[in-house]
């Protein structure tokens, strides 16, 4: 692309959008107190996920097909999803285990035995998993803006191979974002990686789409922002 659309902002919206970003992505925490032993006494916490390569339906002990969520957060996208679909299969990766930690606290009193929660850099991806994901959620990735950088974007060509293999049969790849930048280049990644765009959206809220909201998205839509959307779906073999 030739104009830099990562760094377009509303111009009326500018000031409070620039403030409340810090704000969201302050959102994150860092260095929470023995984060790592503290997810470790966590049910929904896989310590050792490469020991479920190639068979993550042992651990749930069904069929059913699995979704990831890379990048999870502090996980309520994931855990309004389990809930809503019993019969679908949840894994939440995240890299900050001080971020995780929020997530897997949310669910300490209830039972969901369709989500799991693992502390991993998605770069790790084909270490995990083996043919047997249906759908990867990419919410409000880190949209990693300067040119240098873009093979760490999360649909970058690099990252879009990784996944090859880690999907069952048919990929699907679910993208929210309020950056138009990231949702731009994404857009040419996936068409250029053979995916096609089943729905596309600038602007979430107003289509008929089903849609369960991220904490960066409640926040980010509250500013008045625009969700941009797109469901890619590449056929087996293709
Ligand atoms: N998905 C959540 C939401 O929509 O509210 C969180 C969005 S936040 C902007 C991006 C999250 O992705 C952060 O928690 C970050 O630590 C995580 N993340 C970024 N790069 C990652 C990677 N390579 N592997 C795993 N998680 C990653």
């Not at 006494?41 to 749930?60: A, C, D, M, R, V």
């Not at 369709?114 to 990867?136: G, M, P, R, V």
Request: charged residues 30%; positive net charge.
């Amino acid at each position: 692309m030739n104009f830099d659309l990562f760094s377009f902002k509303a111009p009326p919206l500018k000031t409070v959008y620039e403030k409340n970003k810090k704000e969201v992505i302050n959102m994150r925490l860092r260095n929470v107190k023995n984060s790592q032993e503290r997810l470790e006494q966590s049910p929904y916490f896989i310590k050792n996920p490469k020991e479920y390569k190639g068979k993550w339906h042992t651990l749930f002990k069904n069929q059913n097909p699995i979704h990831l969520e890379i990048g999870t957060g502090k996980g309520n996208f994931l855990i309004t999803m389990a809930k809503k679909y019993p019969e679908i299969n949840f894994i939440g990766m995240e890299k900050f285990s001080s971020v995780l930690l929020r997530a897997t606290e949310k669910v300490e009193n209830e039972s969901l035995p369709n989500l799991y929660f693992i502390c991993e850099d998605a770069k790790e991806i084909q270490e995990i998993f083996d043919h047997e994901i249906s759908t990867i959620y990419l919410n409000f990735s880190d949209p990693w803006p300067k040119k240098r950088h873009e093979k760490r974007r999360l649909t970058s060509r690099n990252y879009l191979s990784l996944y090859e293999n880690v999907f069952k049969e048919e990929k699907r790849i679910v993208q929210k974002t309020d950056n138009i930048g990231l949702f731009a280049f994404s857009l040419e990644e996936l068409s250029k990686m053979g995916y096609i765009l089943n729905k596309v959206s600038l602007d979430l809220k107003n289509e008929d789409i089903l849609n369960v909201v991220t904490e960066y998205e409640e926040k980010f839509s509250q500013l008045g922002f625009k969700i941009n959307y797109v469901e890619a779906i590449k056929h087996k073999d293709s």
